[in-house]
Structures are given as structure tokens and as C-alpha cells.
């Protein structure tokens, strides 16, 4: 019953920046841990942010701290990925992820509920 549905990306050039969202619908977005992962085409799926459900500790990935901010609205039931100062290599299919259960946030086997993905592409 839980979904997840990703929005906001397309194509913007080197620098450029792109919010994307996440809307949760079945659940309440509080009772869940939320994280992004992209995947680019031959490579593994990766992790790039998370949040918690309690704290609000975000948590990100070495390559994109300091560029993208994590954030949620539980009274919209969305969290979004904020992207600034992007790179080429940012270029992949990004995707929303909710985790309901213990475990690291970088870890996707750990994400109970998964979005279809939004394509960003980054042009140089």
C-alpha cells in the first residue's frame, strides 16, 4: 500500500541545480526513514542522502555533501533532494526510498519501499 513517486527531474547544464521530490502516499511519511540512491547505466545503484524519521539527522554521501540537502515535510508526506552545483557525473536515475526498519542508511537492502525513479541528466 505504501508508494512512493519521484518528480522534478530533467535536464540542466553543469552548475545548474534541480529539488526533487518524493510524495509517499499510504503511510505517513513519520513513521519512516527516508533515503535517495541513483543509478547510472553499468553501475551499481548508490547511495546519496537519507533522514531520519525521529531526529531529522541527514546523513549524505562523500560525493555530493556539501552540494545536496536532504529535507521532508510530513505534513505534505514529500521529502525532497535538493541538488546544487551539479556535475556530469551526477547524471543517473535517482530514486526515493523508504525504511521502515533498523539499519545503516546507506545500505539499500535496507529501504523497505521503493519509488520508479526520476531521470536527471547533467550536461557539460
Known amino acids: 500500500q505504501v508508494q512512493l ?6 535536464l540542466v547544464q553543469a552548475g545548474g ?5 518524493c510524495a ?8 519512516y526513514d527516508m ?7 553499468g553501475k551499481e545503484r548508490e547511495f546519496v542522502a537519507a533522514i531520519a524519521s525521529n531526529s531529522g539527522n541527514t546523513y549524505y554521501s562523500d560525493s555530493v555533501k556539501g552540494r545536496f540537502t536532504i529535507s521532508r515535510d510530513n505534513a505534505k508526506n514529500t521529502v525532497y533532494l535538493q541538488m546544487n552545483s551539479l556535475k556530469p557525473e551526477d547524471t543517473a536515475v535517482y530514486y526515493c526510498a523508504a525504511k521502515f526498519g533498523s539499519g545503516w542508511y546507506s545500505f539499500s537492502r535496507n529501504y523497505d519501499y521503493w519509488g ?3 531521470q536527471v541528466t547533467v550536461s557539460s
Open 5 to 10: 513517486v519521484e518528480s522534478g527531474g530533467g
Open 17 to 21: 541545480s534541480l529539488r526533487l521530490s
Open 24 to 31: 509517499v502516499s499510504g503511510r505517513s511519511l513519520s513513521n
Open 35 to 41: 533515503g535517495w540512491f541513483r543509478q547510472a547505466p
Open 116 to 118: 520508479q525513479g526520476t
